[in-house]
């Protein structure tokens, strides 16, 4: 069982940073691919951002790229987002998951909610304008 707890949400101006922060209950690293996940009131849970079991490789969603770093710290079983440019779309809970990743490529992210097996509660953020 992988427990999963998230920190670091909440406000944020427009144009600003933020990071958010995802504890594990498993060492790191370990056969587990992880994500960030987002989701608004009234919409579906949208992909925000992957990281490899080896962390060899990222990808992020379309609404994050190139304003996102997804990044592990294995001393501290963690793995944080940081995102620049926040925008008041970008308000949303935000969940970190993780992908039983047995088997897998060290380069294979997982970017589908169906391929994680465990999430963590979220975490609030909410950018003004």
């Known amino acids: 069982q992988v427990q999963l707890v998230e920190s670091g949400g909440g406000l944020v101006q427009a144009g600003g940073s933020l990071g958010v922060n995802c504890t594990t209950s498993?060492?790191?690293?370990?056969?587990?691919?992880m994500g960030w996940f987002r989701q608004a009131p009234g919409k579906e849970r949208e992909f925000v951002a992957a990281?490899?079991?080896?962390?060899?490789?990222?990808y992020y969603g379309d609404s994050f790229r190139d304003r996102a770093t997804i990044s592990r710290d294995d001393a501290k079983k963690a793995v944080d987002l940081h995102m620049d440019s926040l925008k008041p779309e970008d308000t949303a809970v935000y969940y970190c998951a993780a992908a039983d990743a047995r088997g897998w490529a060290p380069d294979r992210i997982a970017k589908f909610t169906s391929e994680y097996a465990y999430w963590g509660q979220g975490t609030q953020v909410t950018v003004s304008s």
């Open positions: 990281i490899s079991w080896a962390g060899l490789r990222t």
């Open positions: 498993v060492r790191l690293p370990s056969n587990y691919a």
